[in-house]
């Protein structure tokens, strides 16, 4: 393994003022650093302004006109959700590359491939990490892999130096500064890249050996306004307890249905945080990650699309480690959740230039992804709370707050949305071969009270903590499996 790619004192400098302030100083409304602009700020506190004296000089109007509003976003979100997996079930929208053909692609044609391996306080995985790097059955003059550590991680680099690596595998050490966030780090590694063909992966993974050719072969095939190929992520520790069994259902449906019902409708893919296959040159041109957003993944997409490019669902597997402990995984889920909702506001500061370059379909559905699923998911504890009251005693005032043009759409998503959603989760267990999950889909309302804690712990982090990156733990007890015997659909 080499260690730092040999670099002046300016040049290192140089990449770090970039990785932080790169994307801030040349597209600065890109920015997350800025949680919101002021015509953001001052919509936001006049709508709080009308909310408080509407339940000061008008308490049940306005209560149930914002009813109303959450209810028509519940059905909104329910419809979309329904069309995007209706999209997603004949799985024409997948591009397959078969074994056959990755592997008759000519070595010499093959463009060359940086991978980044960002990884902080991990010294127990780094070792598999790179000896699953090691696997890629890709030619190794056109293979770098590079390890981006903290300087000051000085557990996890003795790890790294430790392990017998290729030559093509190096250790970039990432000058502690904040802030701590795994696309700052990208962005650094970034420099030191020489692919023409970037990808991420996280220290956990365990790709499919051949999914660097897949991706080759898929840009080749498909137009060249394709910036990214997402490769579909699974877990592969799924029947290890409820909560892992809830998480790769979750997975299941997302990556086997609902991006590929996304990819049908032209409209933007929010990335996966890892096996995202990325054209060099566009991602020089966008202004690769933004190191203030907590899913700089989920906003990468966004901009891809917002600028004219396209990202593919490739039908390759990376194997993850599904949270085994409810903790660790309100961690992170809650940062997922706060950084929808700052690339929702970051990608909303200019409206009718998103609506222009989006189109509205492709506009509102991005709304009810990256703002409907946490504001939903935190507005599930309150209607929960509600239903309760009203079970437990039927008080007048809430009563008063469901008339029956408000009880029945309520009532709809209670019933037909609930019945949907674990119809959904079933459907994507059964087709991507998961029948030992079946308990956790028809059981999933549960994982629901869990998405909803993070989720509101989520959106309260944005306001006093949000580009703080709450750190996942990988290699919890119990985590160690079998090679899955299958992969999903």
Same mark, same amino acid.
């Given at each position: 393994?080499n260690?730092?790619p040999?670099?002046?004192?300016?040049?290192?400098?140089?990449?770090?003022? /970039?990785?932080?302030?790169?994307?801030?100083?040349?597209?600065?409304?890109?920015?997350?650093?800025t949680?919101?602009?002021?015509?953001?700020?001052?919509?936001?506190?006049?709508?709080?302004?009308?909310?408080?004296?509407?339940?000061?000089?008008?308490?049940?109007?306005?209560?149930?006109?914002?009813?109303?509003?959450?209810?028509?976003?519940?059905?909104?979100?329910?419809?979309?959700?329904?069309?995007?997996?209706?999209?997603g079930?004949?799985?024409?929208?997948?591009?397959?590359?078969?074994?056959?053909?990755?592997?008759?692609?000519?070595?010499?044609?093959?463009?060359?491939?940086?991978?980044?391996?960002?990884?902080?306080?991990?010294?127990?995985?780094?070792a598999?990490?790179?000896?699953?790097?090691?696997?890629?059955?890709?030619?190794?003059?056109?293979?770098?892999?590079?390890?981006?550590l903290?300087a000051?991680?000085?557990? @996890?680099?003795?790890?790294?130096?430790?392990?017998?690596?290729?030559?093509?595998?190096?250790?970039?050490?990432?000058p502690?500064? &904040?802030?701590?966030?795994?696309? %700052?780090?990208?962005?650094?590694?970034? !420099?030191?890249?020489?692919?023409?063909?970037?990808t #991420?992966?996280d220290?956990?993974?365990?790709?499919?050996?051949?999914?660097?050719?897949r991706?080759?072969?898929?840009? !080749?095939?498909?137009?060249?306004?394709?910036?990214?190929?997402?490769?579909?992520?699974?877990?592969? $520790?799924g029947?290890? $307890?409820?909560? @892992?069994?809830?998480?790769?259902?979750?997975?299941?449906?997302?990556?086997?249905?609902?991006?590929?019902?996304?990819?049908?409708?032209?409209?933007? #893919?929010?990335?996966?945080?890892?096996?995202n !296959?990325?054209?060099?040159?566009?991602?020089d041109?966008?202004?690769?990650?933004?190191?203030?957003?907590?899913?700089? /993944?989920?906003?990468?997409?966004?901009?891809?699309?917002?600028?004219?490019?396209?990202?593919?669902?490739?039908?390759?597997? @990376?194997?993850?480690?599904?949270?085994?402990?409810?903790?660790?995984?309100?961690?992170?889920?809650?940062?997922?959740? %706060?950084?929808?909702?700052?690339?929702?506001?970051?990608?909303?500061?200019?409206?009718?230039?998103?609506?222009?370059e989006?189109?509205?379909?492709s506009?509102?559905?991005?709304?009810?992804?990256l703002a409907?699923?946490?504001?939903?998911?935190?507005?599930?504890?309150?209607?929960?709370?509600? @239903?309760?009251?009203?079970?437990?005693?039927?008080? /007048?005032? #809430?009563?008063?707050?469901?008339?029956?043009?408000?009880?029945?759409?309520?009532?709809?998503?209670?019933?037909?949305?609930?019945?949907?959603?674990?119809?959904?989760?079933?459907?994507a267990?059964?087709?991507?071969?998961?029948?030992?999950?079946?308990?956790?889909?028809?059981?999933? &309302?549960?994982?629901?009270?869990?998405?909803?804690?993070?989720?509101? %712990?989520?959106?309260?982090?944005?306001i006093?903590?949000?580009?703080?990156?709450?750190?996942?733990? !990988?290699?919890?007890?119990?985590?160690e499996?079998?090679?899955?015997?299958?992969? &999903?659909?």
């Open positions: 393994m260690d730092d040999e670099a002046p004192d300016d040049r290192v400098a140089a990449a770090l003022h /970039d990785a932080v302030h790169g994307l801030r100083e040349r597209h600065p409304e890109a920015s997350a650093a949680v919101v602009v002021p015509w953001q700020r001052w919509t936001l506190i006049a709508l709080l302004a009308a909310l408080v004296a509407g339940a000061v000089f008008a308490r049940t109007g306005t209560l149930i006109t914002l009813t109303v509003v959450c209810t028509a976003a519940y059905v909104w979100t329910l419809v979309d959700r329904l069309i995007l997996f209706y999209r079930l004949d799985g024409r929208s997948i591009v397959t590359v078969t074994d056959e053909d990755a592997l008759a692609a000519d070595d010499a044609a093959l463009p060359s491939y940086t991978i980044l391996v960002p990884a902080f306080h991990e010294p127990e995985v780094i598999t990490v790179i000896a699953n790097m090691a696997e890629f059955r890709y030619p190794a003059d056109k293979l770098q892999v590079l390890l981006l903290e000051d991680d000085d557990a @996890t680099l003795t790890a790294a130096r430790d392990v017998d690596a290729p030559d093509w595998v190096s250790i970039v050490e990432v502690p500064a &904040p802030p701590r966030t795994k696309p %700052k780090a990208c962005n650094f590694g970034l !420099h030191f890249a020489t692919g023409e063909i970037v #991420i992966y220290a956990e993974d365990r790709p499919d050996p051949l999914q660097l050719r991706a080759a072969v898929a840009f !080749h095939r498909l137009p060249p306004e394709t910036a990214c190929v997402q490769a579909r992520l699974a877990f592969h $520790n029947s290890q $307890n409820l909560l @892992t069994a809830w998480f790769t259902a979750d997975y299941a449906l997302w990556f086997g249905f609902i991006l590929p019902g996304l990819m049908r409708g032209d409209a933007p #893919i929010p990335l996966g945080g890892t096996s !296959h990325l054209r060099r040159t566009v991602l041109r966008i202004g690769a990650w933004d190191p203030f957003n907590v899913t700089e /993944d989920a906003d990468l997409g966004v901009r891809i699309a917002e600028s004219g490019y396209r990202t593919a669902v490739l039908d390759s597997v @990376t194997w993850e480690e599904a949270n085994s402990d409810p903790i660790n995984w309100i961690r992170q889920r809650s940062r997922w959740y %706060k950084g929808y909702l700052q690339t929702w506001l970051v990608h909303m500061r200019r409206p009718r230039h998103l609506w222009r989006l189109g509205p379909r506009f509102a559905r991005f709304t009810t992804l409907g699923t946490p504001l939903i998911a935190c507005l599930n504890m309150l209607f929960w709370l509600i @239903t309760l009251a009203w079970l437990l005693g039927q008080p /007048d005032a #809430i009563h008063d707050q469901f008339p029956p043009y408000v009880y029945f759409p309520a009532l709809f998503c209670l019933v037909v949305g609930n019945t949907a959603v674990m119809y959904m989760n079933l459907v267990c059964r087709e991507s071969r998961l029948t030992t999950l079946l308990l956790a889909a028809v059981t999933s &309302p549960l994982y629901w009270i869990l998405m909803s804690i993070a989720a509101i %712990k989520g959106t309260y982090q944005l006093v903590k949000p580009s703080y990156w709450e750190k996942t733990f !990988h290699g919890l007890p119990g985590t499996t079998p090679e899955p015997a299958s992969a &999903p659909r």
